[in-house]
């Protein structure tokens, strides 16, 4: 089974893409104005507005996502990460330049949460999409964190099991072909997908949102000073598209320090794409954050 909070494998990148286009107008001519509804709301199936109040159940959700990976990525904290376990309420707006604005609450759990643990708590965004564009602006603040020497000790121990790796790691892809991961590695995905965070977050529009699917490749560099530093191979799953993005990515992190990514993804729709690179930190000025 593949990792919790992650996605079944993908179908792979040869398949036919689906005509995302077709639902950015039904979405906006269903927004268009204001648009209001708690996150179980819904009618019958004879009723005329099931389709909007669905359209609208899945913008709430695609702003809790990137608000999620917006917030794992500032946290920087491995042992702090969060999952979206239900959105409450929210409420979207569309301008005359249709960008869409969602202010919404919803629930988190602990990405690697334990049977029987306590979700986390609740979190408030606000979530500024433009128009289709990458990197929604995002604002937003939760409750009920993690007691700040636990996680401070948790972040330490795997600190410690990452600059105890052998290098070079003989490592072919996490999870294996089973959806296995491997204990000792364990702490190399927690750090990869913290990492990652970044990279979704910025790619996430209005009607594509990523999954982390597997680590192809690791390299861990020694460095002259205690940072973890190493390059990683992710393979991001790409829905509604379903097709899966290869990303290189450099991560240099230390426990109560910003981490610090930089990526490059191989988009498979045009060789254009294909040759872009965007870097990021934690300390880049972001619009609408107050974490």
Known sequence: MPPRGQPPPASGPGGPRPAVLLLA???LLALQGVAAAPAGAGGTEDSPGL??????????????????????FR???????????????????????????VDLVFTTDHYNREDGEERLGKC????????QKPRPAVNVTCTRLIEKNKRQQEDYLLYTHMKQLKTPLDVVSIPD???HIDPSLRPIWDLAFLGSSYVMWEKTTQFLHYYM???SSVNQWKTNDDAVDFDYTVLLHEFSTQEIIPCRIHLVWYPGKPLKVKYHCQELQTPEEASGTEEGSAVAPTELNNF
């Open 177 to 179: 072909s089973h959806g």
């Open 124 to 131: 408030s965004a606000r979530v500024f999409f433009r128009n």
């Open 51 to 72: 389709q909007d109040a669905e359209l609208q159940r899945g913008l709430l959700q695609q702003a809790a996502r990137a608000a999620l990976h917006f917030f794992n």
């Open 75 to 101: 946290a920087g904290s491995p042992s702090a990460l969060r999952v979206l376990a239900a959105v409450l309420e929210g409420r979207a707006t569309v301008n005359p330049k249709k960008e869409c604005q």
């Open 213 to 215: 699917a597997q680590i």
């Open 25 to 27: 107008p039904l979405l």
